[in-house]
């Protein structure tokens, strides 16, 4: 981020150790235990639920009416129903995942269908794309960000199906990036030569939304 | 990173980078586990009503914690700089305790926002289209923000709020809420009680029911904008009956909070 006082665990603040008001800076606060075994992104904190976050009501999607859409800047588009999904080479990734509201959930098992199987053959030259909701979200990404394993259509969660409330029937799982770049309802993927926002990226959040970078906000 | 983008939306909603020191300068309860904190904030830009701002919390060893609480003051305060926020004691939460039970004033905390361009009602932009606002427990904060940006602006857009809290209580800004709805220019409000109720009340405790929603609220063909706020199980239930009712689903605006909320 482009703060000047990044934080700084295991070592003095520097805001904190330099007040021009000479007032102490939250005095008496200790936190929680401090999280062993794990790296947590900065500014962030481990959770054992799932929280829920969507800017709508939750959108009945049913799958056996749902496809998801590939469209080139070609206009050349690919679909896949339901059926032809599960068809399709699975990936079980088991992996950590960083909302901007703040916490983080370690070690989710997930099922689903790499973009790798999926974009293998779309004759594309762009560099960005931006996915589409069943409900109407939109969010954009690299391309570079959705391929070499690091993006799924996922569908199951833990095991079982993954719930409406959390994307169900199938979402967009790009677990390195803050998660509302993991689409839930996702059903179309539109490349693009260049860089559009998407829903929250238009209301002021970050384009990439790296959290390791703590990209919350543009700017960041 | 990425290409640049001629007159992008996003800068209408620029979060101003980096933190700022603020100082606590009054704190008043507003139920026995809801505070609401006084900062004042040097150069704060001014908000919309909904919007939210971070806070970032420094222990003696430099380890931080940030979260996110919804401003409940209005966007023309009478002090510049002055914004406040309210607490509600999370039982075994790491930052809320703190906030609520410990946190004095006249000490420092850092900010940074305000955030957020969905979850918010502007009384010039959106003025004469009808309001819905359906809040659970602490979710009126953001709401309360939107019926106190109607009042400082002297306007009369019809709002209706929907406040369901588990007990009489836990009820926030019990008083202003009264007062706004006295004033007869428009505003209502209509409170339930989900947990406890007095002897003599003649609705049981029990969750907002489809009727009541539809009763106290607007009509899908007026085409309201509706804004839902609460605990996730409580904003999918209300918005699930909303769109049952036939209001589209695109002018319903949620924001939920989860167990997360600390």
Redesign the interface.
Known sequence: ?????P???????P??SD???G??????????A?PKGVTLPP?Q?A?E???????????NVDSSTWSFTVTAESGATRSWTWAELMALPQDEPTVDIHCV???SKFGTRWRGVSLDVLLADVESTAD?AMVGSY??YTTNL?VADLLGGKAWIAHTFDGKPLHP?HGGPARLLVPHLYFWKSAKWVRSLTLMP????G???????H??GDPWREQ????? | MTEAVGARLGARYAVPSGWQVATLVDRRAESPSAETLVLDVPGWPGHQAGQHLDLRLTAPDGYTAERSYSVASGPTPPDAGRVEVTVQRVADGEVSPYLVDVFPPGSSIEVRGPIGGWFVWDPVRDAGTPVLLVAGGSGLVPVMSMARARREAGDRTPFRLIYSVRTAEDQLYTDELAALAARGDGFEASTIFTRAVSLTALRGPRRLTSSELASWGWPPELEPRVYVCGPTGFVEAVASMLVAHGHDPARIRTERFGPAAG
Do not use: C, H, I
């Not at chain 1, 260049?194 to 926002?197: I, K, L, M, N, S």
């Not at chain 1, 829903?199 to 959040?205: A, N, T």
């Open positions: 981020m482009t703060s000047a006082n934080p700084a665990p295991g070592g003095p603040d805001v904190g007040l021009s008001s007032a102490a800076l939250t005095p008496g606060f200790r936190g929680r401090r500014g904190y959770e639920g799932f929280p829920v976050l969507s800017a709508g009501p939750t959108p509201t703040r916490w960005f409900g109407g690299p409330e260049v860089d559009r926002p829903f929250w990226e238009k209301l002021g959040y384009d990439l919350r906000y543009q700017g960041d």
